[in-house]
């Protein structure tokens, strides 16, 4: 798959690919990570944290359940 090489190396990137692939417009996705963003300040994690976007995937993942 062409995209592949994207999605490893752009983090931001490969969690919209599992949003799109949870059914979330690419509109909404961008809604989830700047919430995301807003929490993960609160929570003091950047982005450069390699826990921080597996975190967002997992945040996400729970708030969307609500």
Do not use: F
């Amino acid at each position: 798959m062409d995209d592949e090489p994207a999605r490893a190396g752009d983090p931001r990137q490969a969690l919209k690919y599992e949003l799109w692939g949870m059914g979330v417009t690419d509109e909404q996705a961008e809604s989830w990570i700047a919430r995301w963003a807003g929490e993960a300040t609160r929570r003091g994690l950047a982005p450069d944290d390699p826990t921080y976007w597996p975190q967002a995937l997992a945040w996400i993942d729970e708030t969307r359940g609500d």
